[in-house]
């Protein structure tokens, strides 16, 4: 059974979080296992996908006043501050990494069974495809790819609460992703997408860590992987690598590089 | 026409008769990444080594880099296939072509895998 070493991170900022996450893809190469860290944001951010132009996230007028950050990983810019985050990365040679939708369906599927198993339904989208111009929406929590967790909502695509995106580099997939636990702060309308929280109050009791066990539960179940909590921080084991990798995410030239 | 060898991660490459060598993507490749949306080359001139990152290719949830096979310098990219994506999967061993390398080790190609040996590798990719 493939052991997951497992981080419940401090929130951190933009540029640490998305260092801290490299650092991670790094690792699991060197140790030659997946490594999955959940975490928080110290202050509301919009991180952008590797490609999305940022004149498009600097015209959106709902999320004006929050910092930009860019993640290596692709998909739509996500406001973060009220979301639960995780990165896990995986060496290629992992079965995680071979087909991308492969990782996605592992963390996306285990979650649509935790909150089943509390009387939420969710379930997979199928993915709208490219003639929707999903491409031109600037939001992730406005897409629907497939394998978007999403739960009932007014349109038949329904309402998206998890969406995940990825790097996959030569050694590591590095996957990204975003559990909507509450609306944002501090956005226009156009930005202030429901979370599970207010979608289900019930879910506002669930102790946060409690949600991350029952995850991590369920991806044994399903996947066989065995998850152990490592002892202390991602980043305080590792802060000479991230404070190295940090400057590339605080440079002006990778967050304007489109 | 000489038959294209392959590296480990997925690219593949010919050596054509002017001494230039073709790069591209594999159809195994471009099929797991699935509805591409951007791609970035490199730019004409630019010194690359084996292995090295020259661009990446966006699908729409996942961002891959696709690495030179071999050193050299970069002296031609298809500049039409960003705008034309559909090619890489219609026809990634003809004309979605990526870039033309002139080689400086051509020693390098024989570390590369031929289609028996890339088949091979397919094969025992875990799903």
Redesign the interface.
Known sequence: MTELLVWLDEPAEGHANMAADEVLAGEAVRQNRPLVRFYRWSQMTVSLGAFQPIATAEAEPAIASLPLVRRPSGGGAIVHGSDLTYAVAVPRDHPWGDRPQVLYDAFHQSLVDVLGSRGIVARLHPGRGLQENDEGRLLCFDRRARGDLVVSGPSPDGHKLLGSAQRRLKAAVLQHGSLLLETPRGVGAAAAHAGLFELFPEARSWPEGAIVAAWLDRLTATTGVEPRIAGGPFAAAHADKIAAAAGRFEDAAWLRRR | MAAPQFAK?HEWIRLEADGLATVGISSYAVE????L??M?LPKVGRQVKA?E?IG?I????????F?APVSGEVVEVNASLPNQLETLGNDPYGNGWLVRIRPTSPAELDTLLDQAAYDSLIKS???
């Open positions: 991660t797991a990444l699935t509805d949306v951007f970035q292995g990152s990446e966006e699908s729409v949830k996942a961002v891959s880099d690495y990719q875990p799903h």
